[in-house]
């Protein structure tokens, strides 16, 4: 018999062998009745991000009654603010902010919720944003403000708009 056939054949065995060890360690464990799973944190998170995500206004307020910081961050840090921008759901960032959220916030790239309405063109959020304290200075890792990002993406009318409202 060829030695490499050979070789083949025992790794095969062994992939084997040890697959088969695992399933039976796993077969042994109890499984949990659906009732007896405790819901934890990042479900919570989930239906906060994905009502967020649907524009659910209600759900979005069951979450912060349930106990969820306004402010939580998804893995990349971006607040649920930023993700109502993304959407641009003005009722939701409107009720957010008046939920308290930090209108300032940073996500891991450094873009605030202002950098994210820039990015979407959208000057009726822009406005509302600064209207609500947010900081038209703030640059994100890269250097880039918000005003220099409207210039970059051809956005004037929020461009002129940032420029008046930093004098």
Known sequence: MDPLHLLD????????????????????????????????????????????????????????????????KDPRGNSGLMHAVDHENFNLVSFLIEKGANVNHRNLVGETALYRAVFRGNLSLVKFLVEKGAEIKIKNIEGISPIHLADERGEETIQNFLEKSKQ
């Open 9 to 72: 054949l025992s790794r095969r065995f062994n992939y084997t062998l040890i697959l088969s060890v695992l399933t039976l360690a796993s077969f042994g464990t109890n499984c949990q009745s659906e009732e007896a799973v405790k819901k934890d944190a990042m479900a919570l998170e989930h239906r906060y991000f994905r009502a967020i995500e649907y524009g659910k206004l209600n759900e979005v307020e069951a979450c912060l009654a349930e106990g969820l910081p306004v402010d939580r």
